[in-house]
């Protein structure tokens, strides 16, 4: 099966860049998405198609994907960005997810 | 706007089956490469994906999760209905309906989760 990995948790002072990764398998040769996801909250779309932001996602979100690890980057990190980020590509008819990164701001 | 909403029983038995619905609005389940699935996310853990049912009623299960999932679709009623036979308290999680835009493999939308607790 395939698997997508993610620290468990990332930290961050505001204003700095915060980046978080994920690993799998030639991931560089699927797309990468990412979902932020804040306590009590349903997940919301931040990065698709490795690069892309959906309408109203800040410009400080960006994402790249290359070799075997996708990385989401917050620059100018605030302290609402503080969440759960996961990570999240297709196999083969299969959605598959990252285990979750906790991204604290100290 | 696309919404989604899940509704369903919060307290299931071990043993019995549970019945998720998902109804939507904001898009049609007959546009040619849009589907809606299923996710979950049991408490403190991470997100697992779980059933698409597409616009032509092909359907997609994850193998990583034991069988006796069924995923069906009620255009009509602008409705998705997921079953699962055999609930085990491991199953305890919030169940997302989501939405996959026209020929991609991410999820643009989410409704707000519906917690299910398997316990006697």
């Known amino acids: 099966s395939y698997d997508l990995t993610q620290p468990p948790s990332v930290s961050v002072s505001p204003g700095q860049t915060a980046s978080i990764t994920c690993s799998g398998d030639k991931l560089g040769d699927k797309y990468a998405s990412w979902y932020q996801q804040k306590p009590g909250q349903s997940p919301v779309l931040v990065i698709f198609q490795d690069t892309k932001r959906p309408s109203g996602i800040p410009e400080r979100f960006s994402g790249s994907n290359s070799g075997n690890t996708a990385t989401l980057t917050i620059s100018g990190t605030q302290a609402m960005d503080e969440a759960d980020y996961y990570c999240?590509?297709?196999?083969?008819?299969?959605?598959?997810f990252g285990g979750g990164t906790k991204l604290t701001v100290l | 706007q696309i919404t989604l909403k899940e509704s369903g029983p919060a307290l299931v038995n071990p043993t019995q089956t549970l019945t998720l619905t998902c109804t939507f609005s904001g898009f049609s389940l007959t546009t040619n490469g849009v589907g809606v699935g299923w996710i979950r996310q049991p408490p403190g853990k991470a997100l697992q994906w779980l059933a698409l049912i597409y616009w032509n009623d092909d359907r997609r299960y994850s193998p990583s999760v034991k069988s006796g999932l069924t995923i069906t679709k009620d255009t009509s009623k602008n409705q998705v209905v997921l079953t699962m036979t055999n609930m085990d308290p491991v199953d305890t999680a919030t169940y997302y309906c989501?939405?996959?835009?026209?020929?991609?493999?991410?999820?643009?939308?989410w409704g707000q989760g519906t917690l299910v607790i398997v316990s006697s």
């Open positions: 989501v939405h996959r835009p026209s020929y991609n493999n991410y999820f643009d939308s």
């Open positions: 999240q590509t297709w196999d083969t008819s299969n959605w598959l």
